[in-house]
């Protein structure tokens, strides 16, 4: 026998289920009064620093249709690839910002939309800079374990090239399914669950 | 506010075979929704080890009263009035203070206020369904709410959900995020549900169900349930492998 580690297991995750938006953006299913407004609606403001972008994502499913009833939630560096969060060491980020977003998609099209800033650059662990990326956090009815993935911007392709996490995929075919296409400010970013076009996800 | 300095080491690899898999027929809607190709893996980068800390300033007195934060003035919803409290702790067992706690339920008869939930139960004009609330700084959490009712729903012909409450946790970094389900101690009806069990582990399980608290009761006016949630924890900086010079 040795001493005992003391080590808790982590609560098992359970599906978000059909009306995650009733308990994560209730003004959206039309439950008003209880929140003012639905928290991680607003990531900028007029004083926030950096590239204002657009996001536009989908979600597909493995027969290929559209997913109406999810929830994207969004984590990013500032401009200077700062994070605006107590456990960032490297320095103060943009007090403007947010770094964080939370949307529930258009019920009709499923289009998810993100008002933001192009992120900064974020080291790696052996500190070689990544190449300008979102996280992202998916929870859905059929999903158990909400979904770890990135994007990454079509624009920057040397970054990309280089970036440690991209450069590294055992399957580089797939990388392409990380990264999101530019037209004028908007990036479109489309989310496959399953199939030949299945989406890379992190276990992270 | 103690002046704990945050914590910046990576988070421990999380258990996957202690959560439900991707792919779980027995409820339906995982087959298409599920990825079928292994998940890839590095060490976490400062984009995992952040995340969003919420301050209290967000919170409205009634957030964390689901009895009253959508009832018309003088009246309360309908049901068992409980109270459901617990504390917030990482895998080192150490208390997870700050974080923000959501939660959304089903009305007294299980039916969510939601215009796609066509069940036969009627809406509780003074129940919305959702709340939230911060942990303090030893990681506890308190809400008052009703009970939940049980409800049918469309996987096999006759599946029906146990009492639940929906919980959202965030933690310190953006890779604890956390969504889960609260069972309630005695109710039969946990052991036949598909999304139960989905978790593989009967052990697992028992951790999403709530114990009846009498002592933490209120007399003669809620029912106590408690809850305790952990989420990943932090290697201690001690051990990180970036040495000086490096
Ligand atoms: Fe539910």
Not at chain 1, 30 to 40: M, Q, R, V
Not at chain 2, 180 to 187: A, P, S, V
């Amino acid at each position: 026998m040795a001493q005992q580690l003391d080590r808790l297991k982590e609560t098992p995750s359970q599906t978000a289920g059909p009306y995650v938006h009733i308990g994560l953006t209730p003004n959206i299913c039309e439950i008003h009064g209880i929140y003012e407004e639905d928290l991680g609606t607003r990531m900028v403001n007029d004083k926030t620093r950096g590239e204002r972008i657009t996001v536009k994502m989908r979600i597909f499913d493995g027969t290929g249709a559209v997913i109406r009833d999810a929830l994207i939630e969004i984590w990013q560096a500032d401009a200077d690839g700062l994070h605006n969060s107590p456990s960032e060491p490297r320095g103060k980020a943009d007090p403007n910002f947010t770094g964080w977003g939370r949307q529930a998609s258009d019920a009709e099209t499923g289009v998810f939309t993100f008002e933001t800033i192009k992120p900064g650059r974020v080291p790696f662990l052996d500190d070689r800079p990544q190449a300008p990326h979102i996280s992202l956090w998916i929870v859905a009815r059929g999903i158990n374990l909400g979904l770890q993935t990135r994007m990454y911007f079509g624009d920057e392709e040397k970054a990309n090239a280089e970036d440690p996490v991209l450069s590294r995929l055992e399957h580089q075919h797939r990388g392409p399914t990380l990264i999101a296409q530019r037209e004028g400010d908007t990036y479109t970013f489309d989310i496959h669950l399953q199939g030949e076009k299945e989406t890379v996800f992190f276990d992270v | 506010m103690r002046n704990v300095k945050p914590e910046t080491g990576g988070f421990f690899q999380r258990v996957r075979s202690w959560h439900p898999p991707a792919f779980a027929p027995g409820y339906k809607s995982t087959v298409v929704r599920s990825p079928q190709r292994a998940p890839i893996s590095f060490g976490n980068t400062l984009s995992e080890i952040t995340g969003p800390v919420f301050g209290r300033e967000i919170l409205g007195p009634l957030d964390n009263d689901l009895t009253l934060n959508y009832a018309k003035p003088g009246e309360s919803a309908i049901g068992p009035r409980i109270i459901v409290y617990g504390q917030v702790l990482d895998e080192r067992a150490r208390p997870v203070p700050n974080v923000l706690v959501e939660f959304w339920q089903a009305n007294a008869g299980g039916r969510y206020r939601h215009k796609k939930d066509g069940y036969l139960a009627p809406l509780d004009p003074n129940f919305g369904g959702c709340g939230r609330t911060i942990t303090d700084e030893d990681g506890n959490y308190s809400f008052l709410t009703i009970q939940p009712g049980a409800y049918p729903w469309p996987n096999g012909i006759n599946d029906w959900r146990p009492a639940h409450i929906h919980f959202s946790i965030f933690g310190h970094g953006f890779v604890q995020r956390l969504i889960t389900q609260m069972y309630f101690e005695g109710d039969p009806m946990i052991w036949q549900c598909p999304i139960v069990r989905t978790i593989p582990d009967k052990r697992a399980i028992e951790t999403l169900v709530a114990a009846l608290d009498m002592e933490a009761t209120v007399p003669m006016d809620a029912r106590a349930y408690k809850f305790d949630i952990v989420l990943r924890g932090r290697r201690s900086t001690m051990f990180e492998n970036k040495l000086e010079g490096n």
